[in-house]
């Protein structure tokens, strides 16, 4: 099975390999403090489904 990957906006995105699915900072609303999504519609509730979630660093854009 290929490898996919779907980017959900910002630095979030999730990888499946081989029925694992890694989640990367997740970030799943159209408005965060003084930040907004300003491309595409806010992820479907099944984008958050993960084994894994993969934070880069703690800023609440990347964690939330």
Do not use: K, Q
Not at 43 to 61: F, I, N, T, Y
């Amino acid at each position: 099975m290929p490898v996919e990957l779907t980017w959900w906006g910002h630095a979030t995105c999730t990888v499946e390999d081989s029925d694992t699915r890694v989640l990367t900072d997740p970030l799943f609303v159209r408005r965060l403090a003084h930040l907004r999504r300003r491309r595409g519609a806010v992820p479907p509730p099944e984008a958050w489904r993960a084994d894994v979630a993969l934070v880069s660093h703690l800023h609440a854009d990347h964690l939330h």
